[in-house]
């Protein structure tokens, strides 16, 4: 598999994977470049028996929270002094918090998913594509596709559980 033939192929894919991350558009061409520096560099490390797009996902989401940190961080830097009133169309400040820990809840929840769920589970939930796209593109039949996404939707619920007890609790004290 040639870097060139993974660039044409995956870009698209990239770029929304990073969207949906939180990268803000204005970054959004540069992060795509970090991660295909990154493809660059270790597509000989890649290991051809899992899924191309779930080995993207892990460096897309590395690479989103780099961007997001230095966003975040330029954003401090360059902020005015005093306080600053929403433009109209711009998420509140509060908004903008809630879609941050959102998006950082997400990530930590698939990177404690096998690859194999964290690919189906991306590439439905989050890509939206559908079971018979999903085990079309990682070579896998359909019902595995749905039982993967079965098994993954329940840790999420789960996960998303245990999250709203520990807010519970914080918020009692």
């Not at 598999?1 to 204005?26: C, I, K, N, Q």
């Not at 360059?78 to 306080?83: I, R, V």
Request: aromatic share 8%; charged share 30%.
């Amino acid at each position: 598999m040639s870097f060139d033939a993974v660039f044409r192929a995956e870009h698209d894919f990239v770029w929304r994977t990073l969207r949906h991350y939180g990268v803000p558009d204005a970054a959004l061409d540069d992060a795509t470049q970090d991660v295909f520096v990154v493809v660059h560099r270790r597509l000989t490390d890649y290991d051809d028996r899992a899924p191309l797009r779930s080995w993207l996902i892990g460096i897309a989401r590395r690479v989103a929270s780099r961007h997001r940190s230095k966003s975040a961080v330029r954003a401090q830097r360059e902020a005015p002094l005093g306080p600053v009133e929403p433009r109209s169309g711009e998420p509140s400040p509060h908004t903008g918090a809630i879609r941050v820990e959102a998006v950082d809840f997400v990530s930590s929840f698939l990177d404690q998913l096998a690859p194999k769920l964290r690919a189906v589970f991306q590439l439905c939930e989050i890509e939206g594509m559908s079971a018979p796209e999903v085990g079309d593109a990682l070579g896998i039949p359909t019902n595995t596709v749905y039982s993967r996404l079965r098994l993954a939707r329940a840790r999420f619920e789960r996960a998303l559980e245990r999250r709203n007890v520990r807010e519970r609790r914080i918020d009692r004290r």
